[in-house]
């Protein structure tokens, strides 16, 4: 398992009670211990928003995909040809809104040929956006992380030992303060993830 900055802290106790602080809204203090619990079981640093609570459940994060990738041997960066934003013909081709905002990106594999992925934030999506959020202040950056996501989460799917769900929409699960996109890990087993046994329906995958 992989040190991190979370994972080395020696008090287990006094970083439930920093995490359940810096989610207060998304986590109670039994399910900060979960997925405290959660992110030391697969090596995720809860602190540096790896695995991210959203309404009591957790998310992988883009940090922590890319984070995994680059550690990759067959890691390549991204096509600099191919990190644009969307042509007017590609943009009709997907039936997107023309208003749409709309970033391309190619991530390499070495020995692949990954294709282009396209991640969006939508005319609707704009519209309705608080102007503090990211989203509103630029929703060029939003799409292309957007993208990247997706794209990592195919060309590098290997390097998430967490199933993920199948069927992921591009605008799936959404933080709307953020404007992130959310990639929902599978219910996990309290045995597969070696978490304790709680008195269940926190929220939190894996409690019944």
């Not at 040190?3 to 020696?10: E, N, Q, S």
């Not at 697969?42 to 680059?70: H, K, N, V």
């Not at 608080?130 to 060309?155: C, F, G, I, V, W």
């Amino acid at each position: 398992m992989e040190d991190t900055k979370a994972l080395v802290v020696k008090n287990p106790q006094a970083l439930v009670i920093e995490v359940q602080a810096k989610w207060p809204k998304d986590l109670t203090p039994s399910q900060a211990k979960e997925f405290v619990q959660l992110c030391s079981a697969y090596g995720f640093d809860p602190l540096l928003g790896e695995l991210m609570p959203f309404q009591g459940r957790p998310y992988i994060s883009l940090d922590a995909r890319l984070r995994r990738a680059e550690k990759h041997h067959a890691w390549g960066g991204w096509n600099p040809a191919n990190m644009r934003p969307a042509t007017k013909e590609e943009q009709e081709g997907r039936r997107y809104n023309p208003d749409d905002i709309v970033a391309v990106v190619q991530v390499i594999r070495r020995g692949t040929e990954q294709p282009l992925t396209f991640g969006r934030v939508t005319a609707a999506e704009l519209a309705g956006a608080n102007s503090y959020t990211p989203l509103a202040k630029d929703p060029y950056a939003m799409a292309e992380k957007r993208a990247m996501h997706k794209a990592l989460r195919q060309a590098f799917a290997d390097t998430i030992r967490i199933p993920a769900l199948e069927g992921l929409e591009e605008l799936g699960q959404i933080d709307r303060e953020t404007g992130e996109i959310l990639e929902s890990p599978e219910v996990i087993s309290h045995q597969e993830a070696n978490l304790t046994t709680g008195q269940g329906g926190d929220g939190i995958p894996g409690r019944s």
